[in-house]
T-cell receptor
């Protein structure tokens, strides 16, 4: 398996533009997580899905952020409109079972480095 | 989740054992100790976890004190590729999503 795939790896956009980040989880994994990492705040959980259904989006910073998972092999994180403070590395991760229930491993993608100017 | 305290940075010579400490003095009975690491420009990677007993896998060993207030992650033969930020997390095992703090930046030098 190729692991968790994210695209693009780097994104530079201007303030006010829409940004869409993409993630393909590992086949067979039924949990998908979106994280954001910055120097100031470290690694933060934004939202996670179970079987394509959003379970907890309490980490989503504001209404400008939205995430979808239309099928088991694809998820998007959208920021509209983007702002400079959204600049960060965004990670997608997947797991076979809920962390803590036997299989404790989350597999992370390589991340998307977003820069909003 | 119980608060964990780790040194900001450590260094280790290649080939030697790297011992990374973690304090979790407020850990409760149902909370596990998890370790992840993040190599530069990559996503975090799960290493090991434990509740009470010491654990070992192909990557590392986890030593938990009898009172469970602290633990040590041991990389028995550190290599340059083990240079990373190591995160210690104490959280319940039943419905746990890792909350990453600042971690320890381990530098393995030749």
């Amino acid at each position: 398996d190729a692991g968790v795939i994210q695209s693009p790896r780097h994104e530079v956009t201007e303030m006010g533009q829409e940004v869409t980040l993409r993630c393909k989880p590992i086949s067979g994994h039924d949990y998908l997580f979106w994280y954001r990492q910055t120097m100031m705040r470290g690694l933060e959980l934004l939202i996670y899905f179970n079987n394509n259904v959003p379970i907890d989006d309490s980490g989503m910073p504001e209404d400008r952020f939205s995430a979808k998972m239309p099928n088991a092999s694809f998820s998007t994180l959208k920021i509209q409109p983007s702002e400079p403070r959204d600049s960060a590395v965004y990670f997608c991760a997947s797991s076979l079972s809920f962390p803590g229930e036997g299989s404790h491993e989350q597999y992370f993608g390589p991340g998307t480095r977003l820069t909003v100017t | 989740d119980a608060k964990t305290t780790q040194p900001t940075s450590m260094d280790c010579a290649e080939g030697r054992a790297a011992n990374l400490p973690c304090n979790h003095s407020t850990i409760s009975g149902n909370e596990y100790v998890y370790w992840y690491r993040q190599i530069h420009s990559q996503g975090p990677q799960y290493i090991i976890h434990g509740l009470k007993n010491n654990e070992t896998n192909e990557m590392a060993s986890l030593i938990i004190t009898e009172d469970r207030k602290s633990s040590t992650l041991i990389l028995p033969h550190a290599t340059l590729r083990d240079t990373a930020v190591y995160y210690c997390i104490a959280a319940p095992g039943g419905s746990y999503i890792p909350t990453f703090g600042r971690g320890t930046s381990l530098i393995v030098h030749p």
